[in-house]
Each structure stands twice: as structure tokens, then as C-alpha cells.
């Protein structure tokens, strides 16, 4: 028969064999629970690692974009810029040689070209006509009064121009007035020369 030391012993090494059991198993469950949370953080460390160099090279796309952007709109207003430079400087050159037409054979004609125009736009019966020197000149040989017999209307040789080749027809005591000198002409059709005038210095 078993003593009752023995069953004691007996039962102590059952107590820490379950005890060790349950420790071993603790520690299973333990290092199961932290290899998990181990894994899930690399993942999630990883998936964020993707998601910001995703985001930089995204970034770094972005501005290369908008830097390629920049450059190509900061070329084409300095072309622009260029091109808007040599047209108004081929302008402003014909504007200097506009004083030469005075000397042409055909100003006459010219001028005659310019008067009638302006009347047309105006349509008045009665006008005063200012015209450059040379134009006064021409108008005074009787050339004026053959214009207001074609227009049945009267008009009359005013002051000459001060600046400006060509005619200016004011009616209306000065209300109304056409401005038909050669240099406004320059001016209301620079807009639609302007691109012609630039294939034409580039060669295109």
C-alpha cells in the first residue's frame, strides 16, 4: 500500500506537470499571438513602405510635370514675347516711311481714294476736310468741289493736320469724325496683318 507521503509526492508531480503543461502551452499561444502581431505590423509596415513611395513617385511625377509645364509655357511667352517685339518693330518702321507717299506720282489718286472713303463711312451733306500739306494742296485745285458735286453735299477745306498723311473728315461741328490718314489705317490693321506679316519674316 502507498504511503501518504507518496500519494502526496504523486500527487505534487501531477500539479507541476499540469502546471507545466498549461505554461507550455501559454507560452504556444504567447509566442503564436506575438508571431501574428509580429507578421500584421511587417505587413502593414511593407504596405505602408508601398503606399509612400507610391506617393513620392506620384509627387515627384507631379512636379516634373509641372516643372516641364513651366519651362514650356515660360519658352513660348518669350517666343511670343520676341515675335510681339519684331512685328511692332516692322510697324513702327512703316509708320516712319507713311510721310514718303507724299511724293508719289499717284498721291493724288490717293488721296482722292482716302477722301472718298471717309464720306462714304460718315454720310453727311456738309464736312470739313483736314488733310496733310501736301494733300491741302492738291484739294485746293478745285479737286474738292468736283467731290462735292459727286456726293451732292458741300464740303470745305479746314485746317491742315498737324501730324498724320492723309485725310480727316469732321462733320457735325466736330461731333462726328473719320480718321482716314494712313497711319490710323496702319493702326486698325495691324491685328489682322499682324500673323501674315510674321509668316512673311520667318519664311513660313
Known amino acids: 500500500m502507498k504511503t501518504e507521503v507518496e500519494d502526496i509526492q504523486m500527487l505534487s508531480q501531477a500539479i507541476l506537470t499540469e502546471a507545466r503543461d498549461e505554461a507550455d502551452q501559454i507560452r504556444a499561444e504567447a509566442k503564436g499571438k506575438a508571431d501574428a502581431i509580429r507578421k500584421r505590423a511587417q505587413e502593414h509596415a511593407e504596405s505602408e513602405r ?7 513617385k506620384q509627387d515627384a511625377n507631379r512636379l516634373r510635370s509641372q516643372a516641364v509645364a513651366t519651362a514650356q509655357l515660360k519658352a513660348r511667352f518669350t517666343e511670343l514675347e520676341q515675335r510681339e517685339k519684331l512685328l511692332d518693330g516692322v510697324f513702327n518702321e512703316a509708320a516712319k516711311q507713311l510721310a514718303a507717299v507724299q511724293k508719289r506720282p ?4 490717293i488721296v482722292l481714294s482716302l477722301l472718298r472713303e471717309a464720306l462714304m463711312q460718315l454720310k453727311v451733306s456738309k464736312a470739313q476736310i483736314r488733310a496733310d500739306e501736301t494733300a491741302q494742296k492738291l484739294l485746293k485745285k478745285g479737286v474738292l468741289d468736283e467731290v462735292s458735286r459727286e456726293f451732292n453735299a458741300d464740303f470745305k477745306l479746314g485746317s491742315t ?3 498724320g498723311t492723309g485725310i480727316v473728315v469732321e462733320a457735325d461741328e ?4 473719320y480718321d482716314n490718314t494712313l ?3 496702319l493702326n486698325r490693321m495691324q491685328s489682322a496683318l499682324r500673323s501674315s506679316v ?7
Do not use: M
Open 50 to 56: 508601398k503606399t509612400i513611395l507610391q506617393r513620392a
Open 106 to 109: 499717284d498721291y493724288e489718286a
Open 161 to 163: 493736320l498737324e501730324e
Open 174 to 177: 466736330g461731333k462726328l469724325n
Open 183 to 185: 497711319e490710323t489705317r
Open 198 to 204: 510674321y509668316k512673311v519674316l520667318t519664311g513660313e
